[in-house]
């Protein structure tokens, strides 16, 4: 799991890439690039990257229960 994350990172990077480089060139389908880039990472990049952090319960030290307020 944490290979495919690294995988997917370089895919938006490279994307990334690509799309200012298209930008800067005054091509004409450079901000559907850019938009398919930014859709890229918020629905796919993000929730494995979020799986893969919150997959085994290592969240529950972060969150503030009622017993450790009254420590």
Do not use: C, E
């Not at 993000?46 to 969240?59: A, D, L, S, T």
């Amino acid at each position: 799991m944490k290979t495919l994350v690294k995988i997917l990172f370089i895919i938006f990077l490279i994307w990334m890439i690509i799309g200012v480089y298209l930008l800067n060139t005054q091509h004409p389908k450079a901000q559907i690039v850019m938009g398919l880039g930014v859709l890229y990472m918020s629905f796919i990049l993000m929730p494995v990257f979020i799986y893969h952090r919150y997959r085994k319960g290592k969240y529950k030290k972060y969150i503030i229960n009622n017993d450790q307020q009254k420590k």
